[in-house]
């Protein structure tokens, strides 16, 4: 007989992308984090009128989807979503194909949302020393509490409610207030999207503004340059990716780099240029020749990066080729990349794999499976670390806010308060970000951000092994050289080497091979 699963009561479903999403949970912050489990308690859930059942939609792709048992009006709908106390049960029904790693993976997913929600409510009641817990007037908190009842009240598609709370959210939660004011209003933005884009109660679906999400302006990618400039995040992947091809390239004479999403966007290839200096500088001979292949969509871009690195390569006399292959990562095949004999190939993603995620577990799984036919010596892999990909919308959501109120603190230890600096960066490429993972679903939520020991599953399914990054001593002195505030961390996790704001972390590197 099928296990029953009992749904957390104050979640429903997400019709349209089989998504589990928070409903009227009723949070009070003013009691311990350890109250969130309460909302989990399965034991006393009362039935209702649906049940979940797993479909094999397809060999790799297994969802959760709703089956009303009796039709309901509008109104009963909206009579189970207005309170906390509210439940939803249901069952699941297992198919032959369905395996015991399902029920592990449902388990697990369910269990990082019930975390995600406790760890950022600690944060946010004062587990760490932020701007929330420095309001002695109570407003921070105050602010906290709204967001979770808005973003409540928006899963709930509860327009009317959700407006209410989002017109007071919009006066509280200013551009230019405090470090958490600032990444409340991003929220409040991600919010507004997506209650615009739900339809009414008893209705289903939520489409992603993908044209809107996918946009690249004049601003955001003044936004980028600033980010690298300023915070360490980026050019701390660089780093660690680096010296990890250096250590690939030791002693070889003919080498090559395929690089994933192609320097992120940013107009100069910064990663590239230090490591042509680095390989001209190392002891011994250098390369014969390096050639270098970016992966992407604009040709135009990167061929301007390509001449860039060309004329930067001959001032420094390094033979180097340049190859572009215009395709999404998704669409790539070993075939596209040209690889000769006697060369040592690596392959370097800077934060841009979290991209191909997608509901079916199985999308990415392909893609890394093609990259192991090329057989790389080093694959890189650096990835914001934190839970933005979880089933549940409320615990992406807390999740999501923990992580950026981290970020936002980081800059408001660096800059000062009014510098545009800031405001540009917060506002044209963190709030993109931030707003991406609350209002999108589907193709359009790009921003699926997930935890440095997901990464590894995933890996180690595709082919690839480990290779522990010992560098730990080097990278603080990078750190250090880097003169930024204090607050930043660095620590070594199962040989990924992960970056943290006061102990939050922000981004890991790992390194890989084909077993």
Not at 180 to 198: E, K
Not at 259 to 288: A, C, E, F, V, Y
Not at 401 to 413: E, G, P
Request: charged share 25%; net charge neutral.
């Amino acid at each position: 007989m099928a296990p029953d699963f009992q749904c957390p009561r104050g979640f429903y479903l997400d019709d349209k992308n089989n998504e589990v999403i928070g409903l009227g949970l009723g949070l009070d912050l003013n009691f311990s984090a350890a109250g969130f489990y309460s909302f989990f308690d399965d034991s006393t859930s009362e039935s209702s009128s649906c049940t979940w059942s797993i479909s094999d939609e397809t060999r790799d792709q297994k969802r959760l989807k709703k089956t009303p048992v009796n039709d309901e009006s509008n109104g009963s709908n909206s009579s189970r979503c207005s309170g906390g106390n509210n439940r939803i049960t249901g069952s699941l029904n297992t198919l032959p194909r369905l395996q015991f790693r399902d029920h592990i993976w449902a388990y697990t997913q369910r269990y990082s949302a019930i975390e995600a929600m406790e760890e950022a409510a600690l944060a946010m009641m004062g587990g760490e020393e932020t701007e929330v817990k420095d309001q002695g007037n109570g407003d921070g908190m105050k602010l906290v509490q709204q967001l979770i009842a808005c973003a409540e009240a928006v899963a709930c598609r509860d327009k009317v409610h959700a407006s209410a709370l989002l017109s007071e959210l919009r006066a509280n939660a200013l551009v230019f207030g405090t470090s958490f004011q600032r990444v409340a209003s991003c929220f409040v933005q991600g919010l507004s999207d997506r209650l615009a884009l739900v339809q009414s109660l008893g209705a289903v679906g939520v489409v992603g503004p993908i044209t809107k999400s996918m946009a690249v302006t004049s601003e955001k990618a003044e936004a980028l340059s600033l980010v690298y400039e300023i915070c360490p995040q980026i050019q701390f992947g660089h780093f660690i990716a680096n010296a990890s091809i250096l250590e690939a390239f030791e002693g070889e004479s003919l080498v090559h780099v395929v690089d994933l999403g192609m320097t992120l966007g940013l107009p100069l290839g910064h990663q590239w240029r230090n490591l042509m200096h680095s390989l001209t500088n190392r002891s011994g001979k250098p390369p014969t020749r390096l050639r270098i292949t970016g992966v992407g969509n604009c040709t135009e871009r990167l061929q301007s990066i390509g001449d860039e690195l060309k004329g930067y390569a001959d001032s420094l006399k390094l033979k180097f080729e340049f190859l572009i292959v215009e395709k999404n990562v998704e669409t790539l095949q070993a075939k596209d990349i040209n690889v000769q004999n006697g060369e040592v190939l690596v392959i370097n993603s800077i934060l841009h794999l979290h991209c191909v995620v997608k509901e079916s577990r199985g999308a990415l799984n392909s893609v890394l499976q093609r990259l192991n036919k090329l057989s790389p010596k080093v694959f890189i892999l650096a990835e914001q670390d934190s839970s933005h990909n979880g089933p549940f919308f409320l615990g992406r959501f807390m999740e999501a806010l923990h992580y950026y109120s981290a970020i936002f603190d980081s800059l408001d230890a660096m800059l000062p308060k009014y510098d545009t600096r800031r405001a540009k960066m917060e506002q044209f490429f963190f709030a993109e970000e931030i707003k991406n993972i609350v209002s999108c679903e589907g193709p359009a939520r790009v921003e699926r951000h997930e935890r440095v020991d997901q990464w590894r599953r995933r890996m180690s399914r595709a082919g690839f092994q480990s290779v522990p990054i010992r560098m730990i001593i080097q990278a603080k002195q990078w750190l250090k050289k880097f003169q930024i505030c204090e607050g930043y961390t660095i620590i070594e996790e199962k040989g990924c080497l992960v970056l943290g704001w006061k102990s939050k972390p922000i981004i890991a590197v790992s390194c890989w091979k084909c077993s």
